[in-house]
């Protein structure tokens, strides 16, 4: 089961876990999949959440706590959600202490809705930050406009940050100019910069979903030829930005001063169309100093039947290119695709976390004592 999967990390490819549950907790999977299955990170979403509370499978005494202290549905779910990212740290924290604070990383995500609001993005980081309270984790924030310089005064606090929901290889380099920034900001503060970690986490699966709807539309053979190619050449083309960005004098020096480059996560990999290998993302995007967050299927599937090969990105550049150049040539807009997805993206977390607000202020009301 884990040969494919031990291959891919001696390839360089950290394997995160791209769910969380408190039953995923308490059951003792996680600690099976790290000890198995090479696991070394769990990444949380507000869907994630959304699906893990809603199912009610262990939260149900906690909840029941938190309505007798009658606290807010805002509060109560940040409660919740922490509970279980501090758990989970503890579980991987003997992964963290082993690669030097490389992995053993939990994510946790601020509040979707402040996503254009960059004052409150930074105060929600610092607050989870106190919440949590372990070492190990990261705070995820959107890389949208307003989220850019979030990322830098939040990394020059010396919070390691998770940056999520990234499409576009433009945006991908406004990030790790941001992450630079921010680790200027915290050397110019004194603070170590050895102990700031992050990742910049580029979607993929996503890609193939919103071009292969367009090829569709255009239909015949041309188009038809171009479907699934998309996600991994803009992935593939990320990688080689993250090269070139530290590559450059601008980072040379900051890692004299102890810095670590930001890793390049894989996110969305789970396959969405049926008509393409299920390990599709996992296999045609191994590269050093990597990290790819999989849905469990996704893990099992790479487990069972992935064939890692080696290093699957170095040399495909130009090919990269000329199918993202196709894709002009067939009328597809690149920069119309990557801001819808980033639009989506956002609403989508936001409904996620309302419709988990709703259904925890229900159990709540249900909860709740009654009055003597």
Partial sequence: ???????????????????????????????????????????????????????????????????????????????????????????????????????????????????????????????????????????????????LPAISEVIGKGISVNVTLIFSLERYRAVMDAYMTGLEKAKAAGLDLSKIRSVASFFVSRVDTEVDKRLDKIGGDEAKALRGKAAVANARLAYQAYEQVFASDRWAELERAGAHKQRPLWASTGVKDPAYPDTLYVTELVAPNTVNTMPEATLQATGDHGEITGDTIHG?????????????????????????????????FATSWNDLLQSTEAELKRLAPTEA
């Fill in 316 to 348: 495909t550049y130009e090919q990269a290119k000329a199918e993202l150049d196709a894709l002009a040539a067939v009328g597809i807009s690149y920069d119309d695709v990557v801001q819808v997805l980033e639009d989506e993206g956002v609403e989508k």
């Fill in 1 to 147: 089961m884990t040969d494919a999967l031990k291959r891919l990390s001696d390839e360089g490819v950290a394997i995160w876990l791209d769910d969380l549950s408190r039953r995923r907790i308490t059951s003792g999977n996680l600690a099976e999949l790290i000890d198995e299955s090479h696991v070394v990170g769990v990444t949380t979403n507000p869907t994630i959440f959304q699906k893990a509370i809603s199912g009610g499978d262990g939260y149900e005494q906690q909840l029941a706590d938190l309505a007798a202290r009658k606290l807010t549905v805002e509060e109560a779910l940040r409660m919740i959600t922490t509970a279980d990212v501090r758990d989970a740290a503890d579980i991987l924290r003997p992964v963290f202490d082993a690669t030097d604070g490389q992995d053993g990383r939990v994510s946790i995500e601020v509040d979707p809705r402040l996503a254009h609001n960059t004052t409150a993005t930074i105060a929600e980081a610092k607050q989870l930050a106190w919440l949590v309270d372990r070492p190990n984790t990261f705070i995820k924030i959107p890389a949208t406009k307003a989220g």
